[in-house]
């Protein structure tokens, strides 16, 4: 893309969108933040607006950036008018192809032409969701990681249209963010969640059948293999939901068994245990926050 990008419209006010909304607007970038409840939008800006002052506490950011921050930010309930002027657009809703394909159908008709799309999704196809659109060569993945404000990567995925113009445009834009872009082809999980929901996939196996308890597998992962959070607090962080849904699409992409979510996860799910948004999973947490109170005791 010529022109430099100025403007940019993320859809969804969610953790994710607001992460994204976020990282921009403190980036110096004109951002409309888009979803269709007024109540998230107000959560999504008090969220936005708590993180910059964390960040200025530790003196991360200064109040000049912090107040150019807020004054970047605009919020819309209606996708046309939100994305009428975006050069970039960003779909950051949740993790359903039917719901994404909908947007985008959305988008390809309201955004101006020459607008880059681009999907925040984890692990549904790119080259599925561009061909809803009449710009397939437009669409792109960008996948950020959670917390938005704070982790370098920004897995770029290539659809099988994706032109190298759009690919070098969201490279160069990823880095002005301060992060990290990693280019990727468009298959099922990408790379990041290709790796990491096996491996949480068999630390609930693990745990299902009687390996060993929740603190110890969490435990072996941290101190043995470096990570700095165990694979089941990561899936609860992530929401267990979130985590059966990209096992889904791994395990119908590959067709390989060795990607069916464990039967534990099945049951939380149904059981509505999905981890920190839901006060439990594989932990219990205190109200309104991300604080482990303790593990839970499971049985098969």
């Known amino acids: 893309m010529a022109t430099a990008i100025k403007t940019v419209a993320v859809i969804g006010a969610g953790t994710m969108g607001n992460g994204i909304a976020h990282v921009f607007a403190q980036n110096g970038f004109s951002v409309q933040l888009v979803d269709l409840s007024q109540a998230q939008l107000d959560k999504a800006l008090a969220s936005i607006t708590k993180n910059l002052d964390r960040q200025l506490n530790k003196a ?4 000049a950036t912090k107040q150019l921050a807020l004054k970047n930010l605009h919020t819309q309930t209606n996708i046309a008018a939100g994305v009428k002027n975006a050069q970039l657009v960003i779909e950051a809703a949740t ?17 101006p032409a020459g607008a880059l799309l681009a999907t925040n999704t984890s692990s549904i196809s790119i080259t599925k969701i561009a061909a809803v659109t009449k710009r397939p060569e437009s669409v792109i993945g960008m996948h950020f990681m959670n ?3 704070l982790m370098k990567l920004v897995e770029i995925i290539n659809g099988y249209a994706t032109s190298s113009e759009t690919t070098d445009a969201i490279v160069a834009l990823t880095g002005q963010l301060g992060k990290t872009p990693c280019v990727v082809n468009d298959y099922p999980g990408f790379i990041a969640n290709r790796i990491l929901m096996p491996m949480i996939n068999e630390a609930i196996y693990s745990l299902f059948e009687g390996v060993a308890g929740v603190q110890e597998i969490d435990t072996v992962m941290k101190l043995g293999m470096a990570h700095p959070m165990g694979p089941l ?10 985590c059966l849904s990209i096992l889904q699409v791994l395990h119908d992409g590959f067709g390989n068994p060795k990607y069916a979510p464990c039967p534990l996860l099945l049951n939380m799910v149904a059981a509505g245990k999905l981890g920190v948004k839901t006060g439990e999973g594989f932990y219990s947490y205190a109200a309104g926050n991300k604080d482990l109170i303790v593990s839970r005791r499971f049985k098969k």
């Open 60 to 63: 991360s950011i200064t109040a």
């Open 147 to 149: 917390p938005v404000p």
């Open 95 to 111: 993790e359903n192809t039917d719901l994404k394909l909908s947007i985008f159908k959305q988008l390809d008709a309201a955004a």
């Open 233 to 242: 607090q990561l899936a609860d962080f992530i929401g267990l939901d979130v």
